[in-house]
């Protein structure tokens, strides 16, 4: 049974579904609002055994019939069936409990991603990005308008973003968010004297963005004409749905791909979506990877039918079950 963790309203994991369903294989989806139980626990010289209990479809299943874990987003949503909100010490017994059942889905069953990717460090990855011999944007985190000032007057443009992918807010001086926002002069010259820590870029031109989705050692290149239209100009994820960007494929040159297979290997991730820019110069800019990032656009408007090689990918690497 291929086991799938996922988010109840992610599109590309049921397009994904419907090629198992194609194949015949027998799958199970947990969806983070999914409330599992563990009924049983053991570890033993041969095997292990560890019984869940799905509240939301009122089923119980064993870890040990898993022939393949599939880390789409979200959270496998463990609790004990006792009440122990304030009880400190055996939130941690409970907590040590979650990390084993994450441990044996990466470790004991083959797999494709993991929960632990979520909190990738997108500082961590510029610097890596950087060590790997890819260009990337000028970049500061500030708490000063001095020291923002300063780093503007060595900028064209200037955009911010927030350090954590998963952030999204509109309070504030800016725009915290993880679309890249322009940050406009006078915008700078109201600011107050000091502000909590904001990561600001250089803005790169672009000729295409690139958005590439990689499965190990294989990358999907697609090129977005974003530069076209205003409202999508500083960053294709603010969608104009009324009028699409134009996407083709994109063929990226050895030397890129063995930079980014090389950062991906340092981050140990298997499988993701990353953003570049390709300039009007011809330099390849690297922006920053999410190892959950959407693919469905890519997918549908190049061929490159992503959702079908996740299928095959999983299925050529299942294993064989004792359940």
Same mark, same amino acid.
């Given at each position: 049974m291929i086991l799938i963790c996922s988010d109840i309203a992610d599109e590309s994991t =049921?397009?994904?579904i419907d090629w198992l369903k194609f194949y015949k294989r027998k799958y199970l989806r947990i969806n983070t609002n999914?409330?599992?139980?563990i009924k049983s626990l053991s570890i033993n010289n041969n095997e292990q055994d560890i019984i869940l209990y799905n509240h939301s479809t009122q089923s119980t299943f064993n870890l040990r019939s898993v022939s393949f874990f599939w880390y789409r987003r979200g959270d496998? =949503?463990?609790q004990l069936d006792k009440d122990i909100n304030y009880m400190d010490y055996l939130k941690s017994e409970e907590q040590k409990l979650k990390e084993y059942i994450h441990y044996y889905l990466v470790h004991k069953i083959p797999s494709l991603g993991n929960f632990y990717d979520n909190n990738i460090n997108k500082l961590i990855v510029l610097d890596k990005a950087a060590e790997a011999g890819l260009d990337i944007p000028q970049t500061m985190v500030t708490e000063n308008k001095l020291q923002l000032t300063l780093?503007?007057?060595?900028?064209?443009?200037l955009i911010t973003k927030s350090i954590d992918n998963n952030i999204s807010s509109n309070k504030g001086d800016y725009q915290t968010s993880f679309l890249a926002t322009k940050i406009k002069d006078e915008e700078i010259a109201a600011a107050d004297?000091?502000?909590f820590y904001t990561l600001f870029q250089g803005y790169?031109?672009?000729a295409v963005e690139l958005r590439i989705f990689f499965l190990k050692e294989r990358f999907y290149t697609a090129a977005i004409a974003s530069q076209l239209d205003e409202k999508t100009a500083t960053d294709y994820r603010n969608y104009n749905y009324a009028k699409p960007n134009r996407i083709t494929t994109f063929q990226l040159p050895d030397i890129i791909k063995n930079k980014l297979l090389w950062l991906n290997q340092q981050l140990r991730l298997t499988s993701g979506s990353i953003d570049m820019i390709l300039t009007p110069t011809n330099r390849y800019v690297f922006l920053e990877i999410n190892p959950v990032g959407q693919f469905g656009q890519i997918s549908k408007n190049t061929n490159y039918d992503i959702e079908k090689v996740i299928a095959d990918y999983i299925i050529?690497?299942?294993k064989k079950t004792s359940v």
């Open positions: =049921n397009h994904v999914d409330h599992l139980v496998i =949503n463990i780093f503007r007057e060595q900028t064209a443009e004297p000091d502000f790169e031109p672009k050529t690497n299942e």
